[in-house]
Every structure is written in structure tokens, then in C-alpha cells.
């Protein structure tokens, strides 16, 4: 009997790569013979991410086309064509090489080329979308999609209803259980006893918006019993060091990544957080209550929609990008008030689908059959 083998494709960022891997992992569990092939897109944060999982992957030379009028995002429209080109092509190899049972397309620039080649080879694809608004990209592909595995209600609005299967989003194992995980979070983190703890994340890349509001209303933590755990992101962790070293304030610890994420929502008392689909399902599943602040950099402002999603079943609270400055005191509010973190956190966790991954898991096995 031949090996069960499955293309993954997408990335970009951690709210596709990190569902993929979870896919990826669950896959091999249920079937340890499977073989799985990541495919990205070079330069992005996959190649680096999809390897230390222990997975290969292979990247195209492709990019996604540039929103914004400078001369250097002129320069990449104009070279797009030739890349999407080179990278079709490259696609097509792969899969006639690697020749996979199925071709799975979680969002990002890789995943367009991989998942239209399929297509054309008459391999079964299933496209996951993470997002409550589809992205252009994903609602060409569902055409010839078999399935599309969705995290929210009504998302007939962009695909054929007959195709939809609602899932929720996958993430990471180890968000469950976290309360078995707290001495080893308190240690991990060097939390003080009745000491608060707000955790502070900016998405994968870190959040430039974000990390100024906190900077400018940092004041509000002073001489408080809480602990500010704060992601800021590596391209912008030199300038927060410099700048926590001048404000001399210890209950804030920066880092450019946190890679005990358990650790971290275990102990956590509020979440600021972006808005995007990876972070809506973790904070849902966890059952935390959260700011949210929403990217106005994305396509179809689509995170201020997967916040309304929370926000509008009072399992979220929003802030707009331009009112960053104003997150610290609304936390500090926040922590005051226990009755209305409870209810947040009760309808949060009513949101959450701790069966996802398996889900999807199914119906990936489901289109071999």
C-alpha cells in the first residue's frame, strides 16, 4: 500500500504557518506512515519556521502584489508577473515529483501557484481559511477546491455552500491544559505572588502601533503589583531594549518573541493582542479575556471583522489602531473589574473549537477515499 503523502502550502505569517504545522503534526499522529511537503514562498518566515518542526519544505520565488505607491513596491509589481510565472512552473514540478494524494492551501503567496497546478494535475486540493472575510486569492482557488474547511458562520458570502465545512482554526497543541501549566509559567516568567499579568502581543512580526501606545502610556504600570509580558517584535526589539533601559521600569519584560506561548496565556490575566485568525482561535480556546487591536494594514480590513466576531458576543473588547495609546489604562480598568473579566472570559471560551485540527484532519483523510 503506498504512503498517504500531503502538500501544505502558505505562510507569511504566523496566523497561516502555525495552523499548518498543527494540520501537519495531527496528519502524522493519526497516520505516522503519511510524508508531508511544506511549500512556501522564499525570504518568509516559513523557510525558517516549517524546518525547526522537523518538516521540509520548498520555496517558490514568488510575492504578492504591493498595495502601497512607492518605487520600490512599483519595482516588485513590475517583476510579479515573471515570478508568478517562474513559480507555476516550479510548483508544477514539485507536485508531479512528490506526487501527493492531496494539496492543502492555508493562505499566503505560495499558496496560489501550488494550489492552481494542482488543479490542473487533478490533484484533490482543500483550502482552509482562517479569516471571516475571504482573500482574493483563496475565493479564486475555491472554484476548484473539493472542500474548504472555514472558522466562521456565514462564509457562504465567498464560497460555494455545498464545499463548506466549519472547523474553527487549528493551533497548537500545548494551548490546552493550561492550568496545569501556571508554577511552571510563574517560574518561567519570575511572576511575584498576587502579582497581575497582561500579555502583550503584536502578531508574529510585532506591532509598531502597538508597541508606541504601550511606550506612551507605560506610566500607568508604575508601583502597580502587575507584570507587562510584551512581545515587540525582532525588527523592533533593539529599540525597546533601549528605550525599557531608560525608563527603568521592572514588572515590563520585553522580548522579540515568545516561543512558550502555553507558558504565557497560562498565567495570563488580560491579552492585547492583534486581531488576526491564529490569535482569535488561540484566545477563544483558552478562554481569555482580550483587547483587541485590529491591523488597519490588511487586506479587507479582515481582523477588524474577526474581532467584531468576538466583540459583538461581549467575548473581546476593541480599541482602534489609532487609540493604542490608550491600552494601558483600559487594561489597568480591566483588571479592576473581575465581574466583567469573568463574563469575557465565559464567552470567549464559549467560542472556542477545541476540535478543529481533527476536523480538518478529517476531511483531508476523507478526500483520498
Not at 508597541?211 to 507605560?218: D, F, H, P, Q, V
Amino acid at each position: 500500500m503506498s504512503k498517504f503523502k500531503v502538500v501544505i502550502s502558505g505562510g507569511g505569517t504566523g496566523g497561516h504557518i502555525y495552523p499548518a504545522i498543527a494540520i501537519a503534526k495531527q496528519i502524522i499522529e493519526e497516520n505516522s506512515d503519511a510524508e508531508i511537503l511544506f511549500v512556501g514562498a522564499n525570504g518568509r518566515m516559513e523557510m525558517e519556521k516549517i524546518p525547526e518542526e522537523g518538516f521540509k519544505i520548498i520555496g517558490l520565488d514568488v510575492v504578492g502584489i504591493q498595495r502601497s505607491l512607492s518605487l520600490e513596491s512599483l519595482i516588485k509589481n513590475i517583476k510579479f508577473p515573471l515570478l508568478l510565472l517562474k513559480s507555476l512552473n516550479h510548483a508544477k514540478k514539485v507536485l508531479i515529483d512528490f506526487n501527493p494524494n492531496v494539496v492543502v492551501g492555508v493562505g499566503g503567496y505560495a499558496s496560489g501557484p501550488t494550489l492552481r497546478m494542482a488543479h490542473n494535475l487533478g490533484i484533490p486540493t482543500l483550502i482552509q481559511e482562517q479569516n471571516s472575510f475571504a482573500g482574493l486569492t483563496n475565493k479564486w482557488l475555491s472554484k476548484k477546491a473539493l472542500k474548504i474547511c472555514v472558522a466562521y458562520d456565514n462564509m457562504d458570502r465567498f464560497f460555494e455552500s455545498h464545499k463548506i465545512v466549519l472547523t474553527g482554526n487549528p493551533v497548537r497543541k500545548d494551548i490546552e491544559k493550561l492550568s496545569l501549566k501556571i508554577e511552571e509559567a510563574n517560574k518561567y516568567f519570575n511572576i511575584k505572588k498576587n502579582q497581575k499579568v497582561i500579555l502583550v502581543l503584536g502578531g508574529s512580526l510585532g506591532a509598531k502601533s502597538i508597541n508606541e501606545g504601550i511606550m506612551k502610556s507605560a506610566d500607568f504600570l508604575s508601583n502597580k503589583p502587575v507584570k507587562l509580558i510584551w512581545q515587540v517584535g525582532k525588527r523592533y526589539i533593539d529599540t525597546m531594549e533601549y528605550w525599557l533601559s531608560d525608563n527603568n521600569m521592572d514588572n515590563i519584560q520585553i522580548m522579540p518573541f515568545i516561543k512558550r506561548m502555553d507558558l504565557a496565556y497560562s498565567i495570563s490575566d488580560l491579552i492585547i493582542s492583534r486581531a488576526g485568525a491564529l490569535s482569535i482561535s488561540e484566545l477563544t480556546l483558552a478562554g481569555k479575556p482580550s483587547i483587541l487591536v485590529p491591523s488597519p494594514n490588511v487586506s479587507e480590513d479582515h481582523q477588524t471583522k474577526n474581532a467584531m466576531s468576538l466583540v459583538d458576543k461581549s467575548a473581546a473588547i476593541l480599541i482602534k489602531d489609532h487609540q493604542t495609546d490608550q491600552l494601558i489604562s483600559k487594561a489597568m480598568n480591566l483588571l479592576e473589574d473581575e465581574k466583567l473579566l469573568h463574563t469575557i472570559s465565559k464567552n470567549a471560551r464559549l467560542l472556542g473549537k477545541p476540535n478543529a485540527t481533527k476536523d480538518i484532519v478529517k476531511q483531508i483523510f476523507n478526500l483520498n477515499i
